[in-house]
């Protein structure tokens, strides 16, 4: 018998509306109305290797409408990828199978980036594809020289992030890029038409892209576009015309086939329209070996990659770029910019540290790639010799992200999950905000991104409240697998960067400071900022009080620790520039930074909220609960209690 495209489309929609109605949750009418385009693009077009699905040339495959999830666990599994298998397809969204609500990377192979919230597949997707022409303008077509593919709905068309990322794409003139649309008109709520009446493809085609249209329930039509798509210089969306549930009789077309399972009944009314008549989870033979077939036509694409690519001048640097060794040479050359440090302190601000630190390590470490969100100056993130990466120069390893601090750290997730590229981009502190859902995706799916995150307090002065982070530090700390670090000067600064190169399985903030800060640390024959927190000072007098500070406060808190040392209270000063490595060392160790019979007091020029867990109930905490206000640095410290004097005033109150 003769397998159809019908029959291997059928077999998407089979798999998705019976695993969603045996979890009794989920969204089956993406896959069932996306299946004819994700057939095609699988069959056809998309180069990858489920033998080898980390093939360093693969077309990368993005699901930005990860709630239609059921769609690529039926490719993964039809193709013939070790995971998700027939079980873990009928235990969708259970406890312990791979097949989760909505694609995670860490799960499986295949799966390039988590995805779910709306827009973030589709501008991590500009990452890579980012990072595919970088690496093609370093070692040419043998080794890189492959597509990203996205599937996008009318959600991620809407959600604001989507606006900077085709921005972006469209300026640096992305070609390999190519997003297919599920335009079918219909989100949770209903018809599209409720809540939007924009031209998205003018809008598109505004921005740099070229725009194609197809039937998406046409094989042909389908083929034809995305062959376009590929032709074309610039970025492509494809406006794929489809039907959302398609197959289910009575409820294809409409929001009912969104977020639920569609019933038994519709479903067996499903099986009749389609002509699919087979149980639930049954593929038959000849239909699953029509699909194993066609993915195994990549294990002799990725076999000639790999005869070529070992031919190709520069292939073994490459290979260093992909499994991280070409970080390895960070760590003697910030060893030799922090041994000049010593020979020769210097007061800087962080900021300014973080620009001397990047200023080695990019000269040592080949695979890095800058950027800021139109804060270079500020930001201090662009060194010498990085040239522009730019249309005109993918080679280039600094990008011009423009006020797109959203779009820019989901590029830069892209870039890291993409392989081969160290990425890192500056914003102000304050505009986490504006990057949150990016880093929590970040620290989600383990990606080595690094977020130079300057002005990082009330020292940045005149540009008032709006500008100065009060809660952002404590909310970035909450959030699990990032590294937060706040360095008090800049030899910290440069140990937080080998910290930061270091931390492969997830992102790091580091948070710098606007002001000038004097070096306090005098010796470095070890990274003691890899403790999280450090005595950086013994008390002279019996101890009574420890203080720990971060930041620019560790300098105040060591000018209070000499008033009260004066008057015969011992005080230890420990810097704490990372919480999360604090908490890795052992009881003992905490125990000896932390004594219970000292007063311990936080400083920092932020919330308080959160400091208990290190100070305990009778500790004092000495920070801001409000937001700031417009004055030089120097009179806002003094307003809010984070001088010398103040602090020595609020222990001596304390100790009374």
Not at 431 to 446: E, H, K, N
Not at 580 to 596: G, N
Request: charged residues 20%; proline residues 5%; hydrophobic residues 45%.
């Amino acid at each position: 018998m003769t397998v159809n495209h019908a029959d291997l489309a059928n077999a998407v929609r089979a798999l998705a509306m019976d695993a969603v109605q045996a979890a009794n949750s989920g969204h089956p009418g993406m896959p069932m109305g996306m299946a004819d385009a994700a057939t095609v693009l699988f069959t056809q077009h998309l180069k990858y290797d489920p033998e080898w699905p980390e093939w360093p040339d693969r077309d990368r495959f993005v699901l930005s409408a990860g709630h239609g999830s059921m769609l690529i666990y039926a490719l993964l599994y039809l193709t013939g990828y070790e995971k998700p298998t027939l079980d873990q397809i009928r235990n969708f969204r259970q406890l312990g199978s791979p097949c989760a609500g909505h694609p995670e990377n860490f799960e499986l192979p295949g799966v390039e980036t988590t995805t779910g919230p709306l827009g973030q597949g589709l501008a991590t997707a500009v990452g890579m594809a980012i990072a595919e022409r970088h690496l093609n303008a370093r070692f040419g077509d043998a080794v890189q020289d492959h597509h990203t593919w996205v599937i996008a709905g009318d959600g991620c068309l809407m959600e604001g992030i989507n606006h900077e990322a085709i921005g972006l794409a469209g300026h640096l003139k992305l070609g390999r890029l190519n997003v297919i649309w599920d335009d079918n008109r219909i989100t949770i709520d209903g018809a599209t038409s409720m809540s939007t009446s924009e031209d998205v493809k003018a809008r598109y085609e505004a921005s740099g892209w070229h725009v194609v249209s197809c039937d998406g329930h046409d094989a042909a039509s389908i083929d034809a576009a995305l062959r376009a798509a590929k032709a074309d210089p610039r970025p492509s969306l494809i406006a794929c015309r489809t039907i959302i549930g398609y197959g289910a009789p009575n409820k294809q077309g409409t929001a009912a086939t969104h977020g639920s399972p569609l019933g038994a009944a519709e479903i067996a009314a499903a099986r009749e329209t389609l002509g699919w008549h087979h149980a639930p989870f049954e593929i038959p033979a000849d239909i699953l070996n029509a699909w194993r077939t066609s993915g195994a036509r990549g294990t002799k694409l990725s076999a000639d990659w790999k005869m070529d690519a070992a031919k190709a001048e520069g292939y073994a640097d490459f290979l260093t770029w992909l499994d991280g060794s070409a970080l390895k040479a960070a760590g003697p050359a910030l060893k030799a910019h922090i041994d000049a440090l010593i020979a020769a302190p210097q007061t800087v601000a962080t900021r300014k540290a973080s620009e001397l630190a990047l200023g080695a390590i990019n000269a040592a470490v080949p695979n890095t790639i800058g950027g800021s969100a139109d804060l270079t100056g500020s930001n201090n993130t662009l060194t010498k010799g990085l040239g522009t990466l730019d249309a005109a120069n993918y080679g280039g390893r600094y990008v011009y992200y423009g006020i797109r601090e959203f779009g820019m750290a989901a590029a830069m997730n892209g870039m890291a999950l993409h392989g081969g590229i160290v990425p890192y981009g500056g914003t102000f502190l304050v505009f986490t905000d504006y990057c949150r859902p990016a880093i929590r995706l970040s620290a989600l799916q383990r990606a080595q991104a690094i977020y130079v995150m300057t002005h990082d307090s009330i020292g940045l002065g005149e540009d008032g409240p709006t500008h100065q982070p009060i809660e952002h530090v404590m909310s970035l700390r909450v959030m699990p697998n990032v590294l937060v670090m706040r360095p008090a000067d800049v030899v910290e600064t440069a140990e937080c960067w080998a910290i930061a190169l270091e931390n492969t399985s997830g992102p790091t903030v580091l948070a710098l400071s606007r002001q000038n800060l004097p070096q306090v640390r005098t010796a470095a024959n070890e990274n003691l900022s890899a403790k999280g927190a450090y005595r950086l000072r013994a008390a002279g007098a019996a101890r009574k009080v420890v203080f720990l500070a971060t930041g620019s406060e560790v300098q105040a808190a060591l000018n209070a620790a000499d008033q009260l040392e004066a008057d015969g209270i011992g005080c230890d000063v420990v810097s704490m520039p990372c919480w999360e490595l604090f908490d890795l060392q052992s009881d003992a160790y905490q125990a000896d930074i932390l004594p219970e019979d000292a007063l311990i007091v936080s400083v920092e020029a932020g919330t308080t909220v959160g400091w208990e867990r290190y100070t305990g109930r009778k500790g004092l905490r000495l920070g801001i609960d409000r937001f700031g206000a417009s004055a030089p640095a120097e009179a806002l410290f003094e307003k809010f209690g984070l001088t010398a004097d103040a602090i020595a005033k609020a222990v001596r109150g304390k100790l009374a």
